[in-house]
């Protein structure tokens, strides 16, 4: 391994030295997406941030089962167990069955997650192929005495389980401050405290996904699920459990006591949590009318930004806010990282045309280690990006012949580059993905060398300003002419 890594956990507030139950494997579990609607820009930043840690965690010889699950039943609209389930009010509005909906989604949801090339996970498991295993989780909590049946509904009694456990231990809020903020129940709730929540819920004559268990034809509570799905997967307690920072205070906090309670192990050694997006300054949401889905950034079809921007240059603008920060999308911030993003791949284009000299004005190594201490500090991918604006830096000198490099440190900087650039940061070089580009490119910097060679200047110029009017860039050297695009 390169070094120690450190990682914040939520669960200590601190950095902490990543060692892994049984190394080299290691358990990593992110809540995946509800899918009865198209994934919005949150979510992707989430599961970017995550293959950022999937990849650099193999990357440094760690086995990973990576583990996100689709949650495709259970999750009503309110987190206090309020509410028609989300996907069967979009089955009954659209006229379609729920796993219509679901299947709609979860391939929507999939596409967009290739567009920003993030690697699939080791298992996507969906919480309607795990009812068997939520169910025997639920007997196994019953049996503890920390959870009541009423009427067909089962319910976790959250201070009782406090009696003896801190329910607040993720959050760090206690147990009086959260009974204090907890609206009073109605006369009609079948909860013992304010703070229960539902492991198992009776369904409605008319509710479409149900099924049958010990105390009612029914379905788990949305908490349930992952305790479930993680645990089936990853055991009784693994490395890592992640998402956003909002399933902090009700969903992880559930987990964490369904799984203390049935389990007696907290599921996760290391709770890591991402950010949530803004929009100049504002909070991202539909409420406030400046959200967009990912087509709509893509497009530019949005009303807050001027333009559109491609998926690498998204995933690019993310990866330059470390993932706990909050990440602010405006148009100068956006203009900014583009700017940025096509001088890295420009550079990267100029890599293997380098030539190496006996000696070397340029040391390497500490380079690729300042590359490795950032990723090493909690996966801190803008500082990593700087250094690798450093070593664009570098390449540029060297390709403009000021800057000399031995071969020993060429063959160095080319590994490092396509280390961190395509496996770590997980980027692709959009400008070259059409693989006959450079071939065309060529033929016409050939037909420009010949008129030059044949002193038709005017033809050579013309050829130079048309490609520069297109955004492509020549540029003639001891070595011949290169391109770039901008």
């Known amino acids: 391994m390169k070094q120690n890594l450190f990682v914040y956990n939520t669960l200590t507030r601190k950095k902490e030295e990543f060692k892994p ?7 990593m579990y992110v809540c995946g997406p509800t899918v009865y609607s198209d994934v919005h820009m949150g979510n992707c930043r989430t599961y970017i941030s995550f293959d950022l840690i999937f990849r650099y965690l193999q990357h440094l010889g760690y086995k990973v089962r990576y583990v996100r699950n689709v949650t495709d039943a259970g999750h009503l609209e309110g987190d206090a167990d309020e509410g028609e389930d989300k996907i069967t009010k979009k089955a009954k509005l659209e006229k379609l069955e729920p796993m219509e909906v679901v299947q709609q989604y979860t391939v929507g949801f999939r596409e967009v997650m290739k567009t920003f090339n993030t690697l699939p996970p080791s298992i996507e498991p969906t919480a ?36 003896s456990q801190d329910y607040g231990v993720l959050s760090g809020r206690n147990l009086e401050d959260m009974l204090n903020n907890t609206r009073t129940l109605g006369g009609q709730d079948e909860k013992h405290g304010k703070l229960d929540f539902a492991l198992w819920i009776k369904a409605k004559p008319e509710h479409l996904m149900k099924w049958p268990s010990p105390w009612s034809v029914g379905f788990p509570g949305w908490h349930l699920e992952c305790s479930a799905m993680s645990h089936k997967y990853l055991g009784d307690q693994f490395d890592i459990h992640g998402g956003g920072l909002d399933l902090v205070p009700t969903h992880h906090t559930n987990e964490i006591a369904q799984n203390m309670a049935c389990c007696g192990k907290n599921p996760a050694r290391y709770w890591v949590h991402t950010n949530m997006l803004t929009v100049n300054g504002q909070k991202m949401s539909k409420s406030l009318g400046n959200s967009f889905l990912p087509h709509e950034l893509f497009s530019g079809n949005n009303h807050i930004l001027t333009k559109g921007y491609s998926p690498m240059m998204v995933r690019f603008f993310m990866l330059q806010a470390h993932y706990r920060s909050t990440l602010d999308f405006g148009n100068e911030a956006m203009e900014a990282s583009e700017k940025g993003f096509k001088r890295l791949m420009n550079a990267l284009s100029l890599l293997d045309g380098l030539k190496s000299s006996p000696a070397t004005e340029v040391d390497i190594q500490p380079l690729i280690d300042r590359c490795y201490d950032a990723m090493n500090d909690d996966f801190n ?46 980027l692709k070089d959009e400008q070259t993905e059409n693989d006959d580009l450079p071939k065309i490119m060529d033929f016409i910097v050939d037909l420009r060398n010949e008129a030059k060679v044949n002193k038709d200047y005017a033809t050579s110029d013309k050829i130079r300003n048309g490609l520069q009017q297109i955004g492509f860039q020549l540029k003639d050297g001891k070595e011949g002419t290169t391109w770039t695009k901008n």
Do not use: C, W
């Not at 139950?21 to 358990?27: E, R, S, T, Y």
């Not at 009541?148 to 009696?163: I, Q």
């Open 381 to 426: 991918s803008p500082v990593l990006i700087a250094e690798l604006f450093e070593a664009s830096r570098i390449i540029n000198s060297v390709h403009d012949s000021k800057l000399k490099i031995d071969q020993k440190n060429l063959d160095l900087l080319k590994n490092m580059m396509h280390t961190f650039v395509f496996d770590v940061l997980g």
């Open 128 to 163: 309607t192929g795990h009812i068997i295993e939520q169910i025997e989780m639920v007997k196994g909590i019953l049996d503890k005495g920390l959870a009541y049946e009423v009427d067909g509904s089962v319910y976790f009694d959250v201070e009782k389980y406090n009696s």
């Open 21 to 27: 139950l049984n190394a080299p494997h290691v358990g």
